[in-house]
């Protein structure tokens, strides 16, 4: 099923345990898509700070999330930074 399909699923409240398992797909899929995006960030040179303030959330929170489950051959990466 295609992303644009599972949302109408999730928006759909007619049959809210199909909803549930489409919001919960639509969960990992944002988590998969955020995980690429900040790999990507970094490669580019951002700095934590700054995808933190992209994200919406401060720096300590971003890098608890992200820091222990991004791509370990990333150049120069500062996982304590």
Sequence with gaps: MESSQIAQVAADTTDPKAGLRAVASLRVLADTLE??????????????????????VTRQAAHKKHAKRVDPTIPNLRRNA
């Design 35 to 56: 995980l690429r995006q900040v790999e990507a960030a970094l490669r580019a040179g951002m700095k934590w700070q700054e995808i933190a303030d992209a994200l919406g």
